[in-house]
């Protein structure tokens, strides 16, 4: 079945850090650019990062460049992001998505995993 | 980095047309022809309806449509049912491997 699931959400402290992770199946991963993108509760949705399929590209909206690292392990069929020097502002549903093969969509997500940024 | 502009709401009744803009820059929508648009039900995740401007993926009704005349796209729901009452995004690739969403509409089916 192809599909996505998303790990490593939870509760951390301003300032902190999280990983998280999602792993891939279905289709064969390492083909495919690679994005997280983000839902505040309530609020609509943002693009946060995308990674090429050989890992060698990346790229990051200007909220959370510097901050936020995405790397993928093709050997394991797994996208991650690092995520240091958490804000209030970040809490959000963050979800995994496949890029539609050279058509800039985004044509698979996870069902997302929540980050709560909170004291 | 800023949002692409939609309607916050649109409505209409069973069997009839609704459209819904989304408005952008020179830098993102009047610049690529790579608007995409997706439908979200309350909790779950969101679907494509459209690609590459005006492309629906396999298995999405031709009732779904899309448009772009300059820094403005459109997405068309014909013969509305009450099963596309959702919110709708859509989202449109921007310079330098970036992408950017539109700020969402809400569709009421009356």
């Known amino acids: 079945e192809v599909q996505l699931l998303e790990s490593g959400g939870g509760l951390v402290q301003p300032g902190g850090s999280l990983r998280l992770s999602c792993a891939a199946s279905?289709?064969?991963?390492?083909?495919?650019?690679m994005s997280w993108v983000r839902q505040a509760p309530g609020k609509g949705l943002e693009w946060v990062s995308s990674i090429g399929g050989t890992g060698g590209a990346a790229y990051y909206a200007d909220s959370v460049k510097g901050r936020f690292i995405i790397s993928r392990d093709n050997s394991k069929n797994s996208l991650y992001l690092q995520m240091d020097t958490l804000r209030a502002d970040d809490t959000a549903l963050y979800y995994c998505?496949?890029?539609?093969?050279?058509?800039?969509?985004?044509?698979?997500w996870g069902q997302g995993a929540m980050v709560t940024v909170s004291s | 980095q800023s949002a692409l502009t939609q309607p916050a709401s649109v409505s209409g009744s069973p069997g009839q047309s609704v459209t819904i803009s989304c408005t952008g820059t020179s830098s993102d929508v009047g610049n690529y022809n790579l608007v995409s648009w997706y439908q979200q039900h309350p909790g779950k995740a969101p679907k494509l309806m459209i690609f590459?401007?005006?492309q629906r993926p396999a298995g999405i009704s031709n009732r779904f449509s899309g448009s772009k005349s300059g820094s403005t796209a459109s997405l068309t729901i014909s013969g509305l049912q009450a099963e596309d009452e959702a919110d709708y995004y859509c989202?449109?690739?921007?310079?330098?491997?970036?992408?950017?969403f539109g700020t969402g509409t809400k569709v009421t089916v009356l």
């Open positions: 989202c449109s690739y921007a310079v330098s491997g970036t992408y950017v």
């Open positions: 590459e401007g005006t």
């Open positions: 998505a496949k890029d539609k093969y050279r058509s800039d969509a985004f044509d698979l």
């Open positions: 279905g289709f064969t991963f390492k083909n495919y650019v």
